[in-house]
């Protein structure tokens, strides 16, 4: 009786519990925002300083955009084993059994050990194989696959910070996750000129330096974050014996967490479908897309860092059956993601010329890198739609209706237009810009059906946000 009384006391002065909804989503979320647009940081830097390479730096800008469907698949993996985790974790504590959540973040941390020897042999014997699928240009192959083999096989940085981080956030610390985040690209920024260039008596290694920062980077975030969940984290119990591998534990992790893999892993399989299907129309057609790719990572993963406060808030009052607080997560939730995704649209409207500029880029890769910023920022506000409803569902437990609209924003309505507008650019001069709109078309309609399977989750759309017709 009385264990339960404590369980039940300890729920109850949870800050997921009993702080206000509006506040809690900006404490819990900004920290979050920080962090994940940090993840950028260590694509869109080593971009910026391989393209400055006094020889070859569009060359290397394009074998690093061959090389990124995979590092997304890295990140897709681990992230999503994390929210996985993350939900379980959070919905665990809200019913008052802390040593359950123990066990099941001790297989999140086996679950990453598993994921990093998979990338570790596809480093030793697949890379080769892949980049060479991309292109025919054996400079920039050469570049790719050096660049790449490092970043797998070096990859345990990356994958155990993701557990690690997702751990911080499910018990409201995701400050300290964060810190973990800055430390590794704060690491990785001062690393890449040192062994690009040569810098301070060291080598000039180019694309592999790049590769070399990025996974020291990896690497610190990491020692830090098992440190600050390990010293920190007292919510969440750890003995040896937890990391024993449990079947169940196991099947719920990735019932929630598998959309979240999916969901990044389908970016990761556009990109590279979409590489393919651009370079039909030129080189500097891809250079172009993947530039751009990487500088709206940053208004993105600013929309998945709310998304992941969005989860834990839900899913912990789900666990309590406290409706209200649900559906304020779900309201502020969309509401602040849109507000995030507006200044996206601004952002890049306004500055797509010195974008495209701090990238070394001219002519006419840096007129289709412009293009691309002014017509794909369009489709923002959709996507952050999207992206703030797919956690919703994730914390509802609907993980299905989370990969539906996964598969429709970043598969089924996007490579097949593509390849089509595509086709329209080859037959019409000057006009590769064309197939920019794929993703305006791609994300409108999504939202469309999001919005229906939200209806049918139970909640009635103008109930929950409030709005007066």
């Known amino acids: 009786m009385n264990e339960n009384l404590s369980s ?26 920080l962090s994940m647009a940090l993840q950028a940081v260590y694509n869109i830097v080593d971009s910026a300083f391989v393209s400055n390479m006094a020889r070859g730096g569009e060359m ?22 994390g929210v996985g985790v993350n939900v379980f974790v959070s919905r665990t504590l809200g019913q008052g059994r802390p040593e359950k959540a123990g066990r099941i973040a001790g297989n999140g941390m086996f679950l990453c050990a598993v994921i ?14 892949y980049i060479r699928s991309q292109t025919m240009n054996d400079e920039i192959a050469r570049m790719a696959t050096d660049y790449l083999e490092i970043c797998c096989v070096y990859s345990f940085g990356i994958v155990f910070f993701s557990i690690f981080e997702k751990l911080l956030q499910s018990t409201g610390l995701s400050l300290f996750s964060t810190i973990a985040q800055v430390s590794g690209a704060v690491a990785n920024m001062i690393l890449d000129p040192i062994m690009i260039y040569g810098l301070l008596g060291f080598p000039a290694l180019g694309v592999k330096g790049a590769a070399w920062a990025t996974v020291i980077g990896q690497v610190v975030s990491m020692a830090m974050g098992a440190a600050f969940h390990f010293k920190k984290n007292r919510a969440i119990p750890f003995k040896p014996a937890f990391l024993k591998p449990n079947l169940r534990f196991i099947t719920v992790i990735y019932s929630i967490g598998l959309p979240a893999i999916i969901a990044q892993a389908l970016m990761s399989i556009m990109t590279y479908g979409l590489n393919i299907i651009f370079v039909r129309l030129g080189e500097d057609v891809v250079t172009a897309y993947g530039l751009y790719y990487k500088i709206q990572q940053f208004i993105l993963f600013a929309a998945f860092g709310l ?53 070394g880029l001219a002519g006419h890769t ?30 509802l437990g609907n993980g299905l209706a989370s990969l539906v609209i996964s598969l429709l924003r970043q598969f089924v309505l996007v490579l097949p237009p593509a390849y089509i507008l595509m086709r329209v650019a080859l037959s019409s001069q000057n006009s590769e810009w064309l197939v920019w709109l794929t993703f305006v078309f791609a994300e409108c309609l999504s939202l469309v059906v999001a919005v229906v399977l939200f209806r049918r989750q139970g909640f009635h759309v103008r109930k929950v946000f409030g709005i007066q017709i």
Request: with cysteine; glycine share 8%; charged share 10%.
């Open 60 to 81: 290397a800008l394009n074998a690093l955009t061959l090389a990124f469907p995979v590092q997304i698949l890295m990140v897709a993996v681990g992230i999503g084993t």
């Open 116 to 129: 990093y020897v998979f990338f570790l042999v596809f480093g030793l014997f697949g890379v080769d194989f």
């Open 366 to 395: 840096e007129a289709l890198c412009v293009s691309a910023m002014r017509l794909i920022s369009l489709s923002f506000v959709f996507a952050g739609s999207n992206i703030a409803l797919q956690g919703v569902f994730q914390a």
């Open 307 to 359: 998304r992941d406060a969005i989860m834990p808030i839900v899913a912990f009052n789900f666990g309590m059956k406290n409706q209200a607080r649900v559906s304020d997560g779900i309201k502020y939730g969309v509401l602040y993601t849109l507000a995030i995704m507006l200044f996206g649209v601004v952002l890049l409207e306004a500055g797509s010329v010195p974008f495209a500029r701090v990238f």
């Open 8 to 33: 039940k006391t300890t729920v109850t002065e949870n800050p997921l519990a009993v702080v206000p909804v509006k506040s809690l989503m900006l404490k819990m979320g900004i920290p979050m925002i």
